[in-house]
């Protein structure tokens, strides 16, 4: 008699999933493998809307490759890996079998690493570059919070529809691969005989 470790059961799942998704129409597994790319892309928007955004407070002209490609960069990088780590990767083995969990997985990813994060990281970018290129008068020490505090309201406010629409756009294509994986799994095996 064979010992199945539970790695065993886990790896047949994934292969079976990882099946039923090859045979998906090429549009619906390319959502399920690339969604977090989207989820990426908007996070770059974000980051480089909230650069700009910043840069004209500061009154900051120079340097527009040196602080854009960070800004777009970085944020495409967290809010894509950590959709696949949280989200896409869940699903495609297994772990992730509630619409509603990853619904809101999805939407709190898409607004804390595709819109907060992104804002709250062209502070000190663009706050670097003012102080470098002393463009706009920083505060002294004891003023710091309640300076970028003053600076970042505008900018915060006019980020509130960019933020509502990539909470809504990563839920959505949550709850899509979702419904995409389900259709899947439902789907019959191709040359499994029953005996």
């Known amino acids: 008699m064979e010992n199945h470790k539970p790695d065993d059961t886990k790896e047949n799942l994934t292969d079976i999933i990882a099946r039923k998704i090859n045979q998906l129409p090429e549009t619906d597994r390319n959502l399920l493998e690339y969604g977090s790319a989207y989820i990426g892309l908007n996070a770059a928007?974000?980051?480089?809307?909230?650069?700009?955004?910043f840069r004209r407070i500061l009154h900051v002209t120079k340097a527009r490759i040196a602080a854009g490609?960070?800004?777009?960069?970085?944020?495409?990088?967290?809010?894509?890996?950590?959709?696949?780590?949280?989200?896409?990767?869940?699903?495609?083995?297994?772990?992730?079998?509630?619409?509603?969990?990853?619904?809101?997985?999805?939407?709190?990813?898409?607004?804390?690493?595709?819109?907060?994060?992104?804002?709250?990281?062209?502070?000190?970018?663009?706050?670097?570059?003012?102080?470098?290129?002393?463009?706009?008068?920083?505060p002294e020490k004891g003023n710091i919070l309640t300076y970028w505090t003053r600076i970042s309201k505008p900018v915060f406010r006019k980020m509130l529809f960019p933020f509502l629409l990539q909470t809504v756009f990563a839920a959505y294509l949550g709850s899509r691969q979702y419904k995409l994986l389900i259709k899947a799994l439902q789907l019959p095996e191709p040359g499994l005989e029953i005996n």
């Open 69 to 138: 490609l960070p800004m777009a960069v970085i944020p495409f990088l967290s809010a894509s890996t950590s959709y696949t780590s949280f989200v896409s990767l869940p699903l495609s083995t297994g772990d992730l079998n509630c619409e509603t969990c990853t619904l809101t997985r999805a939407g709190l990813i898409g607004l804390v690493l595709g819109g907060l994060y992104p804002t709250f990281l062209a502070i000190p970018v663009n706050g670097t570059l003012a102080a470098r290129y002393q463009t706009a008068l920083l």
């Open 45 to 53: 928007f974000c980051g480089l809307i909230a650069n700009s955004l």
